[in-house]
């Protein structure tokens, strides 16, 4: 199973600058593409280089797969990346302890438990249907819908609190002039 993030590293017009390709959480999440690809794959497969693939239309044999889970530093990744982090497109994608404060994270975490996220409603629903889906008689396919749901909103409200630059853990709050 691939890593968050993972991209493909493809040669560019300059050799000492590789075409960086990635997915956001908006070409996963909130485009047509994505959805429709996502009804094909199981699981986390959203986040890998065969989705990616799949996405672009590239060959196996096409570029090199990498993939980095260690975000405490944002040196570990291409700066492309990077601005797509800083700039809320990975909305959606996993939630990463890393880039957040201990007291960031332990609001969202708090939040979390209880499915209040900013007072919205559809986090609220989110929960109460995860805590209806794990009682008895919940048939299999409508427990991992509801799953999906939940995290998706807790995932959703992660990526918002990171948004804020001094709920970012230090090594991500100033970054190519992001702030």
């Known amino acids: 199973m691939c890593e968050f993030i993972s991209w493909i590293e493809k040669p560019g017009k300059d050799p000492t600058q590789p075409v960086i390709l990635f997915l956001t959480g908006d070409d996963v999440f909130r485009s047509e593409k994505g959805a429709a690809l996502r009804k094909n794959t199981g699981g986390d497969d959203y986040m890998g280089h065969g989705f990616i693939r799949l996405w672009l239309g590239i060959e196996q044999w096409e570029g090199v797969d990498k993939e980095c889970a260690d975000f405490s530093t944002p040196d570990n990744f291409p700066a492309a990346i990077v601005q797509s982090l800083l700039r809320g497109e990975m909305r959606g994608m996993p939630t990463v302890r890393a880039l957040l404060t201990d007291a960031a994270y332990a609001e969202w975490d708090a939040a979390r ?67």
Do not use: M, Q, S
């Not at 209880?114 to 427990?143: D, Q």
């Not at 959703?156 to 100033?174: D, G, H, I, T, Y």
């Open 113 to 179: 438990a209880k499915g209040v996220f900013g007072g919205e409603v559809k986090w609220i629903a989110a929960r109460a249907k995860w805590i209806v889906a794990h009682a008895e008689g919940v048939a299999a396919e409508e427990k991992l819908t509801v799953e999906a749901e939940w995290d998706a909103a807790n995932a959703e409200a992660f990526w918002a609190a990171f948004a804020v630059p001094e709920n970012r853990a230090p090594a991500w709050r100033e970054i190519g002039g992001e702030t």
